[in-house]
């Protein structure tokens, strides 16, 4: 199974919006509505941000936001605050019943 | 609480072997399928091994199989990752990870152990 492709890096200024974007095939992103997205800071564990390609766990902010067009899925961060520089990446359920995992995008907040 | 605590992570040479261990509490550990995950050095997130909630069917990943076995006691709520013919590579952050209900995403996970393969 290879990974999702994200861009390596992507930037931003305190209040605009950045978008990520992680493509995949139709047995993975494009065949089934289990897009996950995951948020880490440096030497901490993976947090789950986004569930289901769009819904938001408890406690999560509505900052955050995910989509999905055919093979590829999009996290969108509104109102970019500076703890919001981290890690994400995305992850979909496949067509072989395992998981999958994008190869993660670097966000700056400049 | 959901907690996920790994243990069993250290220097080992190439070729050796190690048996990682998660404890599991807060959850109803024996009806859930959980995951290991793996992340080397300054690098992305690995799906490495997945084990059913009574064991009874398991996923490897390629660069894992035949080397790697995964386990768990419901008894105990441990979830186990037995480590066999360890190579540089190996070396990573090994996470525990439970899934939704579902099994379609991971919603905890553990702090990591370290595993580090070297001569």
């Known amino acids: 199974q290879s990974a999702l492709t994200q861009p390596a890096s992507v930037s931003g200024s305190p209040g605009q919006s950045i978008t990520i974007s992680c493509t995949g095939t139709?047995?993975?992103?494009?065949?089934?509505?289990?897009v996950s997205w995951y948020q880490q800071h440096p030497g901490k564990a993976p947090k789950l941000m986004i569930y289901?390609?769009?819904n938001r766990p408890s406690g999560v902010s509505n900052r955050f936001s995910g989509s999905k067009s055919g093979n590829t899925a999009s996290l969108t961060i509104s109102g970019l605050q500076a703890e919001d520089e981290a890690d994400y990446y995305c992850?979909?359920?496949?067509?072989?019943?395992?998981?999958?995992f994008g190869g993660g995008t670097k966000l700056t907040v400049l | 609480e959901v907690q996920l605590v790994e243990s069993g992570g250290g220097l080992v040479q190439p070729g050796g072997s190690l048996r990682l261990s998660c404890s599991a509490s807060?959850?109803?550990?024996?009806?859930?399928?959980m995951h290991w995950v793996r992340q080397a050095p300054g690098k992305g997130l690995e799906y490495v091994s997945a084990?059913?909630?009574?064991?009874?069917?398991?996923y490897y990943a390629d660069s894992v199989k035949g080397r790697f076995t995964i386990s768990r006691d419901n008894s105990k709520n441990t979830l186990y990752l037995q480590m066999s013919s360890l190579r540089a590579e190996d070396t990573a952050v090994y996470y525990c990870?439970?899934?939704?209900?579902?099994?379609?995403?991971?919603?905890?996970w553990g702090q990591g152990t370290l595993v580090t393969v070297s001569s």
């Open positions: 289901d390609v769009s």
């Open positions: 807060g959850f109803t550990f024996s009806i859930y399928a």
């Open positions: 084990i059913s909630s009574n064991g009874g069917s398991t």
């Open positions: 992850s979909s359920y496949t067509s072989t019943s395992t998981r999958v």
């Open positions: 139709s047995s993975d992103v494009g065949g089934y509505n289990y």
């Open positions: 990870v439970k899934p939704s209900w579902e099994n379609y995403f991971f919603d905890y």
